[in-house]
C-alpha cells in the first residue's frame, strides 16, 4: 500500500484543530509566540519582525505590545486557543499550529500583515502573505517604524 503525500497530511493537519495537543486561553508575547498552559508556542510557518509598541487606549488600563501582540490578543481574547503540537525547540519552546475558533492563527496573522511566511512554509501561507502584500495591509502598508527582518 502506498503512502499519503506529504501534502495531503499538511493540509489535513492545517485543516484540524480536533488533534489538539494544547487547549487553554492564550497570553501573546511581543515576539508574536503565544504563552498557553506554561509553554511558550511559535506559530508554525512564521516570522514577526519585531515592531515599535503600540497601545490601544479604548481599554482600561491601556493595552501596549508589539503590533502582533495587540493583533493576537484582540483575536484570542476570551476564546481558548488549540494547538497541535509539531517540535520542540533547542530553547524549550514549542512550534505548533494553532488555532481560534478552528481558524489558523498563522494564517490569520499572515492574511493582516503581521507576519512574514518563512521559507518553507505552506504554500497556503505564501499566498496569504502575497494578499497582505498587494491589498498593503500591516507591514506592508505605509512605514510607520523601521521593521527589522532576520530569521529565528
Keep these: 500500500m502506498g503512502r499519503a503525500p506529504l ?3 499538511l493540509g489535513l493537519l492545517l485543516a484540524s484543530p480536533a488533534w ?3 487547549n487553554s486561553y492564550a497570553i501573546p508575547l511581543a515576539d508574536g509566540s503565544l504563552r498557553i498552559q506554561g509553554e511558550t508556542v511559535r506559530l508554525y510557518g512564521i516570522y514577526v ?8 487606549a479604548n481599554f482600561d488600563p491601556v493595552e501596549c505590545g508589539s ?4 493583533a493576537l490578543d484582540f483575536k ?7 494547538c497541535r503540537e509539531l517540535a520542540i525547540n533547542s530553547d524549550g519552546t514549542l512550534t505548533a499550529i494553532c488555532w481560534v475558533d478552528g481558524e489558523d492563527l498563522a494564517g490569520w496573522l499572515l492574511s493582516q500583515g503581521w507576519a512574514f ?10 499566498m496569504l502573505q502575497e494578499v497582505a502584500r498587494s491589498r ?6 505605509f512605514q510607520a517604524d523601521v521593521v527589522r527582518v532576520r530569521p529565528r
Design 7 to 9: 501534502g495531503l497530511f
Design 20 to 22: 489538539a495537543d494544547l
Design 49 to 56: 519582525p519585531p515592531t515599535a509598541a503600540t497601545c490601544r
Design 67 to 70: 503590533r502582533a501582540q495587540i
Design 76 to 82: 484570542t481574547a476570551n476564546d481558548f486557543v488549540a
Design 117 to 126: 511566511a518563512l521559507p518553507g512554509a505552506p504554500y497556503a501561507y505564501q
Design 136 to 141: 498593503g495591509f500591516g507591514l506592508w502598508g
